[in-house]
């Protein structure tokens, strides 16, 4: 059956630092790839998709993703953390056939100013 | 142009009762998606309706239900009410394969 990793549950970086968010998906074709963040008691927040093409993918707040099929990754990354991206990051995968998207258990990013 | 919207965005009731939750997709978009947010669960697929029918089910009882209208808009109904039914319900949309992954801003439900 396919499934997606979120093999992180909490992460805490320091602001300005560096963030990687790990995604690992299983699925035998090429999936539709998705990154959300979710703040406390709100909807999800749609960062950035891969469909198809160049696979390191631009992302709005800064984020970025590359989709790495041989290690079935899609690990998301930012150079410089904000306070305010303290959130939960889900990882999603879609199959063909529009059918619903599978979510990964979702990571916490914790800031440390 | 609107996304999803969602209405109510908080209701509250009580155990046994009946509760209706309401999406209304991006304009042309055939198919909604519920999901369910709860408490250390993650979210799980619910219902999948496409051109006014159910297309697919998540794992859960004949106590969730909904339906899709001639205008694409949907509903989700659960009856007999359950605490463990507290949760966030998103809705998403979708026309062709690469327009899904927008969600609306959801429904918290809690069961007293």
């Known amino acids: 059956a396919q499934s997606v990793t979120q093999p992180d549950i909490h992460i805490t970086v320091s602001e300005g630092a560096s963030l990687e968010l790990r995604c690992n998906y299983s699925?035998?074709?090429?999936?539709?790839l998705f990154w959300y963040v979710q703040s406390p008691g709100q909807g999800l927040q749609l960062l950035l998709k891969?469909?198809?093409?160049?696979?390191l993918v631009q992302g709005i707040k800064g984020f970025e993703a590359e989709f790495k099929r041989s290690q079935s990754s899609f690990n998301l990354r930012k150079p410089s953390v904000h306070w305010s991206d303290a959130a939960e990051y889900f990882c999603a995968v879609g199959y063909t056939g529009r059918r619903a998207l599978t979510f990964g258990s979702g990571t916490r990013l914790q800031v440390q100013p | 142009e609107a996304g999803v919207t969602q209405s109510p965005t908080h209701l509250i009731k009580t155990r046994g009762q009946q509760v209706t939750l309401r999406c209304s997709p991006i304009?042309?978009?055939?198919?909604v998606y519920w999901y369910q947010q709860a408490l250390g669960l993650g979210l799980q697929f619910l219902l999948w309706y496409d051109e006014g029918e159910e297309r697919n089910r998540g794992n859960f009882p004949p106590r969730f239900s909904g339906r899709q209208f001639p205008n694409y808009s949907s509903e989700l109904n659960v009856n007999a009410l359950e605490l463990e039914d507290s949760a966030l319900y998103l809705c998403?949309?979708?026309?062709?394969?690469?327009?899904?992954?927008?969600f609306g801003p959801g429904t918290r439900l809690t069961v007293l």
């Open positions: 891969y469909f198809s093409g160049d696979t």
């Open positions: 304009s042309g978009h055939t198919s």
């Open positions: 998403a949309s979708s026309l062709v394969e690469a327009d899904r992954g927008f």
């Open positions: 699925y035998g074709a090429t999936p539709y």
